[in-house]
């Protein structure tokens, strides 16, 4: 890569971290911390540049920079000091805070430097999603009747679409700029973690939750390859963060809400699993309506309006390229239904489950071991049988789980060669978020922590 290319690589990139953290913090000005959404920005700023350039194409830098000068201008109007000083660390909290540095910035290194050896990514990165971003950037309006012709033509588009943007900065189809792309979402990922935590339980948490997440090489390897499977995981980490933000704040109704319904339909822009996810969310967020319907539908509303944009573009996508998916469209009644009442199966897919939990993230150390040690010593927060935002986000990861596997109970794949080849990808989309509410369980708070929660607390 020349430092031409990089230069313009790198304005891209800085174009779409500073669209997705004003958009952030001028939706939500006072429930987010600095700190929080300058984490989220890379994410929330992905998921509107691909929408951009998905729907303008063209006029793509146009519309960039007048809605990033139009930020800006709102921003400077309108900001207010934020919650988010720095808190004063101990020895301790010191000493995890440089261990966590250290190992991010090693990883950042040996991604670059895998990024440099395999530009193109493994099988999915180049068959799939640099492929539909090559049709998208070379075919101009003509892209829907060429993409058919690819693997999955079905799959949504915001990651070839936020790589096919980057080549539009760079002039030519690059092919490293994809895979310095998934590095920067990867990483992205572990900053949320560690932010929210922050945010919500306190400083030593903070850090070491993010170094068993950093310790999942199948974590690192999926988003390195530039797959869309991390993409995702960060954006359902996102929403789960974001729900239990709001929580925390104003439960009563709050604009963090918007912003989680933002994440949400990117992450159904993202894959076909997020659509489940966009299911799956809002009726977890319903489900409060019969005991208090007036609060459940003003969150709901707040929450629609943000998921509005991104559904609507993947909806759009769906009804234009019209491509048949392999799960659904060789499904038949009478198979379906021997497969349902079939008891030897479901002994299959819970046996294949719960190999995939201990093995799926390819580490030498499960960071369960470290984890379950970790909330020995601090003991379980037990108020979090009161806690909504948890109850939700874990209501949400256990209704994803159960949803996969009805997906392996009705395939038509044959089981031996559908769950080797995707049972690992689809537990690392919920991996970062068990870790997240894994790390709300541990009973530590500091001072700066119980001082922000008053401060944000409704009056």
């Not at 921003?75 to 934020?82: A, C, D, E, H, S």
């Not at 949400?396 to 690992?424: C, D, K, R």
């Amino acid at each position: 890569m020349t430092q031409t290319v990089a230069g313009f690589l790198a304005a891209g990139f800085l174009v779409m971290v500073l669209l997705g953290y004003f958009v952030t913090v001028l939706v939500c000005p006072r429930e987010i911390s600095n700190k929080l959404a300058w984490a989220m920005a890379p994410v929330v700023g992905m998921g509107i540049c691909s929408i951009i350039f998905f729907l303008f194409r063209r006029p793509m830098f146009t519309v960039e920079v007048s809605l990033l000068i139009g930020l800006f201008g709102v921003w400077l109007r309108y900001r207010k000091r934020t919650s988010g000083k720095l808190s004063k660390l101990d020895n301790r909290t010191t000493i995890l805070a440089v261990w966590l540095a250290g190992v991010m910035a090693w990883v950042t290194l040996a991604s670059f430097i895998w990024v440099g050896v395999g530009p193109h990514g493994d099988w999915d990165g180049w068959a799939i999603w640099n492929a539909h971003a090559r049709y998208l950037y070379r075919a101009g309006p003509v892209w829907r009747d060429h993409i058919k012709d690819t693997a999955h033509p079905d799959y949504p588009l915001l990651l070839p679409a936020a790589t096919a943007r980057l080549w539009r900065y760079i002039g030519k189809d690059v092919p490293e700029a994809g895979g310095v792309q998934t590095v920067l979402i990867t990483l992205s990922g572990v900053t949320i973690l560690a932010a929210s935590l922050w945010e919500l339980r306190g400083a030593s948490v903070s850090y070491l939750v993010p170094l068993l997440l950093l310790g999942s090489p199948f974590y690192l390897i999926l988003g390195i390859s530039q797959y869309a499977d991390v993409p995702l995981a960060v954006y359902i980490l996102s929403t789960i963060a974001l729900l239990c933000l709001h929580w925390k704040r104003e439960p009563e109704g709050s604009r963090i809400m918007v912003l989680a319904g933002f994440t949400t339909g990117c992450a159904g822009w993202t894959k076909n699993e997020g659509l489940i996810f966009i299911a799956v969310t809002t009726i977890a967020i319903l489900l409060p309506i019969f005991r208090r319907p007036a609060v459940t539908m003003r969150q709901f509303g707040l929450f629609a309006i943000g998921m509005l944009l991104p559904l609507a573009v993947t909806i759009y996508f769906k009804v234009a390229v019209p491509a048949p998916n392999d799960l659904v469209a060789n499904l038949g009644y009478a198979t379906t239904l021997a497969k349902v009442t079939d008891f030897k199966r479901y002994v299959t897919i819970a046996t294949a489950f719960l190999d995939g939990f201990w093995s799926a993230g390819k580490w030498p150390i499960h960071p369960g071991i470290p984890l379950m040690a970790l909330l020995a010593v601090c003991g379980i927060d037990r108020r979090l049988i009161r806690d909504g935002g948890w109850l939700t986000g874990a209501a949400i990861l256990v209704a994803m789980l159960l949803t996969y596997f009805g997906v392996y109970l009705i395939t038509p794949l044959p089981l031996e060669y559908h769950i080797p080849t995707s049972l690992n990808r689809l537990l690392m989309h919920l991996w970062p978020s068990f870790l997240f509410l894994a790390g709300l369980m541990a009973r530590i708070s500091t001072p700066e922590v119980a001082s922000r929660h008053e401060a944000h607390s409704p009056s």
